[in-house]
């Protein structure tokens, strides 16, 4: 299994701040995804990192409020922009294992924004 | 549409009783199911995944069953304990498709 960690773990920022979350995996991985946790509620894909290229972003999710960069097979950024109190959400970065039927999902960064 | 919903929303038990939780789907064209644990403050760890072919799965006291012809998932619990509080998520994902389709997840509270 990959073993993946992020930094923070957690933050509270001011409106209008942004905030650049890292996510670090222990093996070298195809597939790294960004999920949003709203408070109570289940995960919702932003966007998937792509090594080399700009991220493929979902529905309802824009590269100006969530800038993502992927430098290499191990390591993913996510920076949530000009944040408002909306943005108070669980982020937490997910990559496929060997097996495609598998993923792993970080500890996850609590954002508070006030 | 693809859709995953969970029941039910929210269950207290006693530690050492049993407990099943369910879970309905929509998605098609249908790979896999996946029941995930996440504890509070954690990001979602897996605890089984079953496929079309596959009926029932364990791990340790967790038993999930699947019904592909009407679509329906359940997680049995036996002999609860206090660590098992946690929100226990149904995750369905598409064939030929890397995306997830996420439950909204049953909130588990196990008392003493």
């Known amino acids: 299994s990959a073993v993946i960690s992020q930094k923070p773990s957690r933050d509270i920022c001011q409106r209008g701040t942004s905030l650049t979350i890292q996510c670090q995996v222990d093996s070298q991985v195809t597939m790294m995804f960004w999920y949003r946790q709203q408070p109570g509620q289940s995960l919702t894909l932003i966007a998937t990192a792509n090594q080399g290229s700009e991220a493929t972003y979902e529905s309802g999710f824009v590269i100006d409020k969530f800038p993502i960069s992927r430098p290499n097979l191990t390591f993913s950024t996510l920076t949530v922009s000009n944040m408002s109190p909306e943005d108070s959400s669980i982020y937490l970065c997910s990559v496929l294992g060997e097996d495609p039927n598998e993923q792993f999902f970080g500890p996850g960064t609590r954002l508070t924004v006030l | 549409k693809n859709q995953v919903e969970q029941s039910p929303q929210s269950l207290i038990i006693l530690e050492g009783k049993n407990c099943t939780l369910q879970?309905?789907?929509?998605?098609?064209?249908?790979?896999?199911l996946r029941w995930y644990k996440q504890d509070t403050g954690r990001g979602p760890v897996s605890l089984t995944i079953?496929?079309?072919?596959?009926n029932t799965k364990s791990n340790g006291r967790y038993t999930a069953t699947l019904d592909a012809d009407t679509k329906q998932s359940s997680l049995h619990i036996t002999a609860s304990q206090l660590s098992d509080s946690a929100s226990y998520i149904c995750?369905?994902?598409?064939?030929?498709?890397?995306?997830?389709?996420f439950g909204s997840g049953t909130r588990l509270l196990v008392r003493p």
């Open positions: 879970c309905n789907y929509t998605v098609s064209p249908f790979s896999n």
């Open positions: 995750v369905v994902s598409k064939a030929s498709s890397y995306k997830l389709i």
């Open positions: 079953m496929t079309f072919s596959e």
